[in-house]
């Protein structure tokens, strides 16, 4: 080795120094564009209120939302200390209303989860190995897509106790099959890529391709799907409480719906007001699904 060898300083590989130097200006973009995005920045707004007056519902009612507090079925703004009024059975409205929110978000984040890891370990599978695992998985798929969502979910509150665990258990193992097919499809694009090429050629097996490469690229249109998923289980568990098929020990939004549904014609508010927050929270997000669909989308300007 000659001593101007020696003196070289070494410089690090200029592939990874160019990523170093890519990969922080992506972020900044990627950032300002969540900034920009006005459906983004309202549905995150809303969601947060919701989920802030789930985790501060305890401070905000420290008493039991079930006791019976006043006069039964007192309107809204007929008693300032019950501003939403109380119901049938004497029981502050607003009480439960935050109360309801715990369970409905629950059910939703939770069933969402489900449905996303069954769908995702099923449409990867499918779509990277293909062949008869490919055609033997989505025969699956559509076995479940051919009985309605709503009806699937029933037969198996049937079956089981209607607990919110197994409600949310319920929800989730029927809502897979569109995620299922929406990641089988990324997997079907990606396969194929120079990246996936590179990663066999260097030896990885093929769990690491699928996890480490293909996945993280398949993953802005499942981020997008999860949101409608989530909105879509709070629906699905306001109809099984409007049914009573709930747990009669939780309150949730739908349970408020269906203990105010013989109230209709005299305390319309009793089923209004529950109402109301569901469709706020599904309105919320389905605004943060349709902001992350322009921000995550490759062929969007703010992406």
């Known amino acids: 080795m000659t001593i101007d060898a020696e003196l070289t300083p070494k410089v690090a590989d200029p592939r990874i120094a160019d990523v170093g130097s890519r990969a922080a200006p992506r972020k ?3 950032l ?3 900034l920009r995005n006005p459906t983004f920045i309202a549905g995150v707004a809303i969601l947060g209120f919701f989920v802030l007056l789930a985790l501060l519902a305890g401070v905000l009612f420290p008493g ?3 006791d019976m507090v006043a006069q039964p079925l007192l ?3 007929e008693d300032a200390e019950y501003p939403l009024g109380t119901d049938s059975l004497g029981r502050d409205v607003l009480a439960q209303l935050v109360y309801g929110t715990r369970a409905s978000l629950l059910v939703g984040v939770f069933s969402a989860a489900i449905g996303l890891a069954i ?4 449409g990867a599978t499918a779509g990277f190995f293909g062949g008869w695992t490919d055609t033997l998985l989505m025969r699956l798929v559509e076995l479940f897509q051919t009985t309605p969502t709503f ?3 029933i037969v198996i509150l049937v079956i089981v106790d209607p607990s919110l665990p197994t409600i949310a258990m319920a929800i989730g193992v029927s809502s897979w ?4 097919r929406l990641v089988r499809a990324q997997f079907r694009s990606l396969r194929e890529s120079d990246f996936v090429m590179a990663a066999r050629s260097l030896g990885y097996s093929r769990l690491r391709i699928i996890v480490q490469e293909i996945l993280p690229n398949a993953l802005p249109p499942v981020i997008v799907a999860a949101s409608v998923m989530i909105a879509n289980a709070i629906l699905t568990e306001a109809g099984l409480s409007f049914l009573n098929m709930r747990d009669p020990n ?3 939004w739908g349970g408020m719906i269906g203990d105010g549904r013989d109230q209709l014609r005299n305390a319309w508010f009793l089923t209004a007001l529950p109402g109301a927050a569901i469709a706020m929270a599904v309105l919320s997000l389905n605004l943060v699904g349709d902001g992350l669909n322009e921000i995550l989308n490759p062929r969007s300007d703010q992406s």
């Open 28 to 30: 900044g973009r990627r």
């Open 32 to 34: 300002r564009a969540f």
């Open 64 to 66: 039991d939302p079930q």
């Open 75 to 77: 309107w809204p703004g």
């Open 119 to 122: 769908g995702m370990v099923v």
């Open 151 to 153: 009806l699937l979910v």
């Open 177 to 180: 099959p569109t995620v299922a």
């Open 250 to 252: 939780v309150l949730s």
